[in-house]
C-alpha cells in the first residue's frame, strides 16, 4: 500500500457507488535522486564540450578549475530542471510541465494511454527510483517519461492509470500467476543462439570518442599503409586462429547481451478481469518492467531461427499498439520457448494457436516465376559466361544460383492458413515467421498486383493492422488473383462477425471471444 | 450489415471526369522547372555546342506532351471506388494495381484536401486515416466537393454509431 496522492483505499471494485471524491491533486516533483542522475549525465558532456579548451590551457590547476566549473554549471542545470519539471496525476489524466526555458505543458488522459513501462536503471535501482515511461501512440517518443521517481510511487501510478480510477487493489506481481518463466541454465542456453558482432560496434565507438579527445587517432590506424602491412599479416595460420577467436567473442558477447536483457525473465498475468494484461519483468542491469494489455494486443508472431527451431525452441512476440516504436511495436512475450509452453500465453492473450502444417494452403507453382526463375536465369547465363569467358563471373552465378535455390526454399513456406478466429501467414525459409492475424484486428484489406503479377494472375494480399512495422509486413504474396479477390471478401465479413462479436463481449463484460477449440500437439504449421 | 463482396473492376464507380485535367494541370506544372531548365541551357551553354537551337527545350516540351495526354486518362481509368454501408472500397494504380477496402469502424480522423487545382474544378480528394501501417492514409481524390463533404460526415456519423 502506498501513501501516495492518487491511491484510493477501497479494495476492490464499487458497483453503483460513486467513489469517495479524491482529495485535490497536488503538482509533485521528481524524487530527489534524479538530481544526482542528471548532474552524473550533465557534467561528462560539459567536460566534452570544455575538453577543446583543455587543449589551450595547460597546467592542472587550470583543468582543476574548469572541472570545478563543470561540476557547479551542471549542479545549476539539474537542480533547474528539477524545479521546473512538475507533474499532477488527478482522476482522469495526468499533467506534465516541464522546460526551463521553453515551457511545456502535456495533458495526457488515461483513456489514451496505450502502454505503460517502468524501467530501472542501475543507478535508479540503487536509489529505490524507476523511470516510467507513458505512451499514447502519438509521434513523439518521450511523450510521458518521468525519469525518475520513486518505484512504489511509479507503481501505483502504473496501476492507477491502467485501471482508471475508483478500482484500486494493491498489484502484487509476486502473487499473480506465472505464465512464462526462464531459468539461468534456459536463459544461457537461449544465449547461445544469439550470436552478435555488436562488440566490434562497441569497440569502434570506444576508439572514436577517444580520438575526439585525442587520445588515439583514427586516421594513423586505418590508413592504406597500415591495411597493406596488415593483409600481409593474414597468412592462412592467422586466419585460422583469428576466426575461431572473433567467433567465440561473438557467441560470448551475444550470451552477454541476452544475459544482461533477459536475465529474470517472468512474464505474469497482471491486473483484474477489467482490463486484462501481461505483465513482462526483465533485466540484469537494468530491470524494465511492461505490461502488455490484451486489448491491445494486435498480432501474435512466432518466430525461429533454423538452428533453434530444429532443436524445437521458438520466440512469441505480440504486436501492441502505441508500443516503443524502436523495437517496431513489438513486444516479446517468451524469447525462447517450447510450443507447449506458448500455449498458455496464447490462451490467456485470447489467441488462438496456429493449425497443424498440412492445413496451410500453399502459393500456386506459377509463383516460381517470380520467386526463382529470374535469379535462375541469370545464374546460368553467369555460369555459362564463366566457363566460356571470363571465370570471374563464376562467383556471380554461384550467388544467383544459390538465390534461386533460397527462392524456391522459401516458396515451399510460404503460404496462409484460414482458422477460426484468425489468418495465419507463415514465410521464411531460414527464419521461419508465423503471424497470427485475429480477424478483428484487420485496419484496412488490400489486394495489389503488379505488372508482372497481373500476367502470371497472381496477387498479393494485405490484413494490414495497427503498430506493424513497415519492414515486416504479414502479407500473403503471389497468391492467386481470384483466390485472392475471394479470400478478401471473406476476410472482411469475418472482420464484421468478429468485431461485432467482440462488442457484445465488451458490452457483457464477459471474456472476450470463446474458448478456440484444442488440437492434438503438433508442429504448428512451423516445421 | 455486412457486405462480402470483393469488388473487381467493373464493379467500382469512376471518379469525377474532371480529374483527368486536374492531373493534366499539375502534371503540367511538374514539368514547368524541366521546361525552364531546357530554355536556360538552350539560351546558355548550348549555344558552344553544335546543337541546333530549339532541339532540347522542343524534345522536352514534346515529352511532356505525350505523357500528359496518355498517363492521365489512364490513371483516371485505373481510379475507381465503391461506397457501401459499413465500408469503403477503393482502387487506385496503373502500373501496381491495388484494391482496399477501409471499414469505416477503423477510421481515426478524415480529411477533406482540396489544392488550388482541384479547387478550380469544384473536386476534393477524400482521405481516411486509420492505425495500420502501409493503409494509414487511404485517399481518393476526384470527389466533387461537396459529395467528398457528404461522404466526410456520413464516416463521421458512423464512426459516432460505432464508437457508442
Redesign the interface.
Known sequence: VTDSPWSTDAKGPLPDVAPPAPPQPEPRRLHPATLIVRWLRIVPQLLGGGAAYAAIVDGWGQILLLAAIAGLVGVGIALAVWLRFRYTVSAGEIVIESGVFHRQRRVIPFSRVQDIAIERRLLARLFGTAKVKIET?GSASDEGDLDMIALADARALRDHIRRGHGVAEESESAREPVLFAMSFGRLFHSGLFNFSLLFLAVIMAVLQNLAQFGIVSMEEWFNPERAGAFAGYLTLRTTLILAPLLILLGVVSGLARTVARDFGFRLTRSGESAAPGLRRRRGLFTLSEVVIPIRRAQVALIESGPVARALGWFKLSFQT?GADTKEGGVQVAAPFARLDELRPIMAEACFPMPPPRVDFIHIPRRALWRWAAPWLLIGAAATAAAFLVEPGVGLLGAAMLAAAAYGTLRWRKHGYALGERALFVSDGWLKRRLWIIPFDK??????????VQ?RLRLATL?V???????LR?PEIVDLDAAEA??L???L??L???D?SAARIALEKTAPMLPPTTVRPPDDMGLS | ??????P?DSTLSPLHPDLVWVMRIRGLLAAAPFLALALVLDLGPLRETPVPPGIVPGAVLLVALVLLALLPSRRYRAWGYREEE??LHIGA?L?????????F??VQHIDVAHGPVERRFRLATLILH???????A?SLPGLRHDEAERMRDRIREKIRQDLV
Open positions: 501512440g499498439l484487420a485496419q484496412t484489406i488490400s489486394v495489389s498486383r503488379g505488372p497481373r494485405l494490414d493492422t495497427a503498430g506493424a512495422s513497415l509486413l479477390d475471394e478478401a471478401g471473406r472482411l465479413g472482420f464484421y462477425r468485431r | 450489415m455486412q457486405t462480402t463482396a470483393w473487381t459499413d465500408e494504380g502500373l501496381f494495381r491495388a484494391r482496399t477496402v477501409v471499414p469502424g477503423r486509420t492505425a495500420g501501417t502501409r493503409g494509414s487511404v
